[in-house]
T-cell receptor, first 114, second 116 residues
Framework: AQSVTQLGSHVSVSEGALVLLRCNYS??????LFWYVQYPNQGLQLLLK??????LVKGINGFEAEFKKSETSFHLTKPSAHMSDAAEYFC????????????FGKGTRLSVIA | EAGVAQSPRYKIIEKRQSVAFWCNPI?????LYWYQQILGQGPKLLIQ????????DSQLPKDRFSAERLKGVDSTLKIQPAKLEDSAVYLC??????????????FGAGTRLSVL
């Protein structure tokens, strides 16, 4: 079975500050890992994905995440927060055999303070 | 390229009524998913289709929920009769298929259901 734990249901940062959203996964098989962002009243948009190539993954809007097998983590970071980054962020895991459903964490709401 | 289309965007019904949601995936995508997202939680899979066949419906409450994808393209999810706890956003997603580059799920905007 696979699962994802996102630490912190709500994170608040100042504009220009570092963004760090935490995700730990559990998987009995090699995983694929994803970060999605959800803006109010919209669907989920893919930020970035880890699919067993490079452990440091760069995504859209300046976000990146590092896969750390020893820590079973896939934390999302951005050096400098923008007001437009305020949204809900979801970490998700699936099996690396492909074409399988995503298992999502509960999400972290990011607020950016001017 | 057009994205995943869902309708309606919003629906309000009373308990014990029936409701249907429609999804049109990205053209050429063989795999279609329906997820349920309850307020404050992450999406959870209801059902997965590969073309017009069901791959996984283990988490679908079959006593009230049904889904079909008759021609392997668009899909309909139905709830009959609805309960208060069915209030959620219903998300449809599609992917091109297995493989590193293909196994990316693209999501529609969702249908927000309120059951009163």
């Amino acid at each position: 079975a696979q699962s994802v734990t996102q630490l912190g249901s709500h994170v608040s940062v100042s504009e220009g500050a570092l963004v760090l959203l935490r995700c730990n996964y559990s998987s009995s098989v090699p995983p694929y890992l994803f970060w999605y962002v959800q803006y109010p009243n919209q669907g989920l948009q893919l930020l970035l994905k880890y699919t067993s190539a490079a452990t440091l993954v760069k995504g859209i809007n300046g976000f990146e995440a590092e896969f750390k097998k020893s820590e079973t983590s896939f934390h999302l970071t951005k050096p400098s927060a923008h007001m437009s980054d305020a949204a809900e962020y979801f970490c998700a895991v699936t099996r690396n055999s492909g074409n399988t459903p995503l298992v999502f964490g509960k999400g972290t709401r990011l607020s950016v303070i001017a | 390229e057009a994205g995943v289309a869902q309708s309606p965007r919003y629906k309000i019904i009373e308990k014990r009524q029936s409701v249907a949601f429609w999804c049109n995936p990205i053209s050429g995508h063989a795999t279609l998913y329906w997820y349920q997202q309850i307020l404050g939680q992450g999406p959870k899979l209801l059902i997965q289709f590969q073309n017009n066949g069901v791959v996984d419906d283990s988490q679908l409450p079959k006593d009230r929920f049904s889904a079909e994808r008759l021609k392997g393209v668009d899909s309909t999810l139905k709830i009959q009769p609805a309960k208060l706890e069915d209030s959620a956003v219903y998300l449809c997603a599609s992917s091109a298929g297995p493989g590193v580059t293909k196994n990316i799920q693209y999501f529609g905007a969702g249908t927000r259901l309120s059951v009163l």
